[in-house]
């Protein structure tokens, strides 16, 4: 990637189809929500799709899934594909993995071997999604395996659309990403980049006192966010 031929890098994009098998029961039901609720028909590209588009307007894009089998039930896809699609497009495309903190050590294992055999420069956790608050303890075996790489841990924060006007959101519980979570971790863990994706709150000027911490302004409400963030 030559940077100074790009005009911006999207920090936060999703891969939602990279091994191109059927999604597992209910998955199409819960994309298809999800494409109303972003206005979205073509919610899942392919990672080759997503490359070209950023490519054609010089832009790099990060780009990871989201390993939430335990909590929703629906495969993983693999971290290792992504990150070797990603290496196919390295122009454009920044890998980062995603590990279910339920995982453990397992998952601690599994984080140093990607950031090591598959270039993977970051992780992506969506606490909604995955069903757990960013300060558990049973997370901090991962977040060591992250912040001794000195790789970015990127935490969804806020509303979700996954899920939405689906019965009972589909499970999906916005407890979890309420950001005040994650004061613990840049707390505990001040040599981790921790981003937090999308305006939220509480906490939106707070977080400001870490130096660890920084924010992305994408929002996840279709019709953008409230005035209260647009003013600040
Ligand atoms: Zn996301």
Wanted: proline share 9%.
């Amino acid at each position: 990637m030559n940077v100074k031929e790009l005009v911006a890098i999207d920090i936060h994009t999703h891969a939602e189809e990279p091994c191109g098998t059927h999604p597992d029961d209910g998955y199409d039901d819960l994309q298809a929500a999800m494409a109303v609720y972003f206005n979205q028909p073509n919610n899942r590209p392919t990672i080759e799709e997503t490359a070209s588009y950023y490519r054609e307007r010089k832009i790099g894009a990060v780009i990871f899934p989201v390993d939430a089998e335990r909590e929703t039930g629906y495969r993983r896809y693999p971290n290792e594909e992504v990150a070797e699609k990603a290496a196919a497009n390295s122009d454009v495309l920044i890998p980062f993995a995603s590990i279910d903190p339920a995982k453990g050590k397992t998952g601690a294992r599994e984080a140093r071997r990607l950031i090591r055999d598959f270039g993977i420069r970051g992780f992506k956790f969506h606490p909604s999604m995955q069903g757990f608050y960013p300060n558990d303890r049973s997370a901090y075996v991962l977040y060591e395996a992250i912040a001794e790489a000195r790789v970015p841990a990127l935490f969804h924060t806020g509303q979700t659309g996954v899920g939405s006007g689906m019965p009972g959101g589909a499970g999906i519980r916005l407890k979890y990403s309420n950001p005040m979570f994650v004061d613990d971790v840049a707390v505990d863990f001040p040599e981790m980049p921790i981003i937090l994706a999308h305006p939220s709150f509480p906490g939106r000027r707070k977080h400001c006192r870490w130096p660890n911490i920084s924010r992305t302004s994408i929002s996840t409400c279709p019709a953008g966010p409230p005035n209260t963030f647009r003013r600040s």
